[in-house]
């Protein structure tokens, strides 16, 4: 396999995603955003502990999607994320009829 065929490859999952994203948006609650991975998910859960200069950010998100082109299953029950950097939690616009 060539670079570009790599490269043809990569572009071609990455707008599967792309489109996979806006069909499943609409079901979920929150976008969370870690420094590895994008998710979405209808609970979230966040615990900060450690100290001020170094704190501990545990996330846990149940009934979640994630944003990886290389897994086979995107749809995941439950997910728990630990880390040492910034976590972004959007509460995503109801889409009610």
Do not use: C, H
């Amino acid at each position: 396999m060539s670079s570009d065929d790599l490269e043809n490859f990569e572009a071609e999952r990455e707008l599967q995603l792309a489109q996979e994203y806006q069909d499943v948006a609409a079901m979920f609650r929150y976008a969370v955003e870690t420094e590895r991975r994008f998710y979405l998910a209808n609970d979230v859960k966040l615990n900060v502990s450690g100290d001020a200069a170094k704190p501990v950010i545990e996330v846990e998100l149940s009934d979640a999607w994630v944003w990886d082109m290389y897994r086979k299953t995107r749809f995941v029950p439950k997910v728990r994320v630990l880390t040492f950097k910034d976590v972004n939690v959007e509460e995503l616009p109801s889409t009610e009829l």
